[in-house]
């Protein structure tokens, strides 16, 4: 099993439309997937139109309920979603009350182990206790950013607050998104992009956009486009870094 956690500080820069679109893509190329959606605001809970039917994160969190229990199917065979809920909010508190709270996701993971090939974590944006757990429990973590000076600036801070800890040798692979190649500074970046970034790079695209109005991955409603197209290449990208990387 792997675990590939979609995590940025800021939010606005691509990261539940890479989440979902990559689960998707997982999916279909015969994984077994879980999109584990980590984010209050529950995104991609919406964009798989899955109505969460837990009382938040408190059992979970306490261990009182296996994560299993709260999985739903999807429209996708092969694709399952830990759904969220606004109440996910409060996550950060509820793991401060446990022993080894920094443990906690993994600890939550290690059961579903024989039951898929890939999970994904769709992550809130924020440096916190949630996300030193994704942290830990990670394979891989790819931090999608807008190319600019500002998105360039927080990869720094991800990668300062990384550095030093005990994560072992889990490769942060930062993602070009939601480019828009008319746009000076967006060319300068993408002309050179930070270390170890994909050398995909998702556009802007209304078709990102869209997912909101049909509440399907990119490639159900525009398999030809330029945003589905994007994730393909970057879906078999990251398979081939992954590979190379575990073994």
């Not at 539940?16 to 997982?26: E, F, I, K």
């Not at 938040?56 to 299993?68: Q, S, T, V």
């Not at 890939?118 to 950013?145: G, H, K, M, T």
């Not at 930062?174 to 828009?180: T, V």
């Amino acid at each position: 099993m792997t675990i590939i956690g979609v995590y940025n500080i800021k939010g606005g820069v691509g990261k539940t439309a890479t989440a979902v679109n990559l689960s998707y893509l997982s999916a279909k190329a015969g994984l077994r997937t879980l999109l584990w959606d980590l984010d209050p605001q529950g995104a991609s809970t919406f964009y798989f139109r899955v109505k969460p039917k837990i009382k938040g994160p408190k059992k979970l969190a306490r261990g009182e309920r296996d994560a299993g229990e709260a999985i739903k199917a999807t429209d996708y065979e092969g694709l399952d979603l830990l759904p969220a809920d606004f109440s996910f909010r409060n996550l950060d508190l509820l793991l401060e009350d446990q022993k080894k709270p920094a443990g906690r996701l993994r600890k939550l993971i290690k059961p579903l182990e024989d039951e898929y090939d890939r999970i994904y974590l769709d992550c809130p944006p924020s440096i916190s206790l949630v996300s030193e757990n994704v942290f830990l429990a990670s394979s891989a973590l790819v931090v999608p950013i807008i190319p600019t000076t500002l998105s360039l600036r927080t990869l720094g801070q991800i990668t300062e607050f990384l550095a030093g800890r005990e994560l072992g040798e889990m490769p942060v692979w930062p993602l070009l998104s939601m480019a828009d190649r008319r746009k000076r500074m967006h060319m300068a970046v993408l002309e050179h992009p930070p270390a170890n970034a994909f050398e995909t790079v998702i556009p802007y695209a209304s078709d990102v956009e869209r997912m909101g109005e049909y509440l399907q991955p990119v490639a159900e409603f525009s398999a030809a486009g330029p945003a589905a197209q994007a994730y393909q290449a970057l879906w078999q990208e990251l398979e081939h870094r992954l590979a190379l990387a575990i073994t």
